[in-house]
């Protein structure tokens, strides 16, 4: 098992929980110790975040290191989530990498994740093994191999 | 009596169609110099494949016969252009009632014309455009169907003939297969059906309060389940498509039963205002309201605000009702206060 520096939870935020189950499978199949968190809502997402990284509540759960972010969701969609992200305190978005992950097939969507450097990157779904690797030792320093 | 107005001009012709008098006017829209088209046959003006049809010649002849002959059409200016012409040409009789001329009076209709044209042309492209459109969706959503109900067959052989050696794992993958296809299969229909709506039908005369009443009777279930009062009188016999009223009826009525407080009795008020040329309905009810932000989104195809886990459904509804609304000729619009409820308002032209 692969163990990254800061990389302690991932964060699956997608209103579709089969989405959610085949990428917590790719994320398992990648042999990388790192615990993973489903979420199905943008709101649920930007609380999980606001609590985990507080140091006056007790955390949750382990602070995210990689977000992947589904854009179509019903009532906050991605990009709304990424509005409010932007407001957080620097804190809770220390060591977090947003991942964009979408069906979509127009480029324009492409186009505007690239304008917020809140987006690390922009994939389209599904996410597989090799680019959830990349991203992990782009992103992450390895403590471990 | 051979006064100007605007881009008229009255000619005198004689009783075979020449020429008699000319003027400013007629200068100005076909061209020629008083000298050297006096005296001239007014088949000059046409196009040769008129002359040679003797059309010029038929219009005389009419006038002649009936007294009057009326024509539009394109003319040839003296330069070559074409003008779009109104032509009205009167026979003018002698004391022993003999045709002895005639007076031709000519309007220059091109600018006119030219805009009808522009109206035309820009009518008929977006005719085509709906065209492509109502195939594309009609494409869409019929043709993606078949490979979808390839999937969805052969899933239930899968469980018909394998299902002893399925483990869990491989029953809860089918079962998320099988929840998608029918969530897709129901997605595609929501757009055949929006394509399709209000298409075919004539519009008739609908009593609103009939509508409710039968409405009442067929969600009957729902809104006991809801323990739900439903609140309306006096409501309007409107001129629309029947069908797809009932649609828009039916669908906030749904919305205002699914969207309900819990632990509150759902009240709905539905109530109808006629003023400038227009029913101006609401659909008011006392549910968990929509957040201000979502207020144009709720009515977009596919758009929903809530996961399928905590309300069913499919974003289809309230984008059905603004596409009803909006071929009565009227607005959708809805005004909410979360924990509250909405107001969903909306105009049906009378």
Redesign the interface.
């Known amino acids: 098992m692969k163990k990254y520096k800061d990389l302690d939870c991932v964060l699956l935020v997608d209103d579709d929980i089969s989405t959610n189950f085949i990428h917590r499978r790719i994320v398992q199949n990648a042999q990388i110790d790192v615990a993973i968190k489903e979420i199905t809502s943008a709101k649920e997402a930007l609380d999980y975040l606001t609590n985990s990284g507080d140091d006056e509540e007790p955390a949750p759960g382990p602070t995210a290191g990689i977000v992947f972010l589904d854009i179509n969701m019903p009532g906050m969609n991605g990009w709304d989530f990424i509005a409010e992200y932007k407001k957080l305190d620097e804190r809770h978005k220390a060591r977090i990498v947003v991942v964009m992950l979408t069906t979509s097939l127009n480029p324009d969507d492409a186009q505007h994740a690239s304008s917020f450097s809140e987006i690390a990157t922009y994939l389209q779904k599904p996410l597989n093994l090799e680019a959830f690797a990349n991203i992990a030792d782009q992103y992450f320093q390895v403590l471990k191999e | 009596m051979l006064e100007v107005i605007d881009d008229y001009t009255i000619l005198l012709l004689d009783a075979q169609g020449n020429i008699k008098n000319w003027n400013k006017e007629a200068e100005k829209i076909i061209g020629y110099q008083a000298d050297e088209i006096i005296g001239r046959n007014f088949s000059i003006f046409y196009f040769e494949d008129n002359r040679m049809a003797k059309f010029p010649e038929l219009l005389i002849e009419e006038a002649r016969r009936k007294g009057r002959a009326q024509h539009e059409g394109w003319r040839v200016r003296k330069n070559g252009e074409l003008y779009w012409a109104f032509v009205t040409i009167s026979a003018i009789y002698d004391a022993g009632n003999v045709v002895v001329g005639f007076s031709n009076f000519v309007r220059d209709l091109t600018a006119k014309r030219q805009l009808e044209k522009t109206t035309e042309e820009y009518a008929r492209e977006l005719e085509i455009k709906n065209k492509e459109l109502e195939q594309f969706v009609y494409i869409a959503s019929h043709d993606l169907q078949e490979p979808l109900l390839t999937v969805k067959n052969f899933v239930e052989l899968f469980k018909d003939e394998y299902k002893d050696v399925f483990d869990d794992n491989a029953k809860l993958y089918l079962q ?1 297969i099988d ?2 296809t029918e969530r897709m299969r129901n997605l595609l229909k929501g757009l055949l059906d929006y394509a399709r709506l209000g298409g075919q039908q004539a519009k008739a005369l609908v009593d609103c309060n009939a509508l409710m009443d039968s409405l009442q009777n067929d969600l009957y279930s729902s809104i006991s389940t809801a323990g739900a009062l439903i609140h309306y009188q006096n409501l309007p016999i409107v001129y629309g498509f029947e069908t797809a009223l009932r649609q828009l009826f039916q669908n906030l009525l749904s919305n205002a039963l699914k969207f309900k407080r819990p632990e509150v009795v759902p009240q709905i008020y539905i109530s109808v205002a006629g003023r400038d040329n227009f029913w101006h309905f609401e659909f008011r009810d006392n549910g968990i309201g929509i ?1 201000e932000r ?1 207020k144009e989104k709720v009515f977009i195809m596919f ?7 905590d309300y069913e459904g499919y ?1 289809i509804g309230l984008s059905h009702c603004k596409k009803i609304v909006e071929l009565h000729g009227g607005n959708i619009e809805v005004e909410s206060i979360v924990d509250e409820g909405s107001t969903f308002k909306f105009s049906i032209k009378v």
Not at chain 2, 303 to 309: A, I
């Open positions: 998320f929840r998608s957040d979502y758009q929903r605000l809530h996961n399928v886990t974003g």
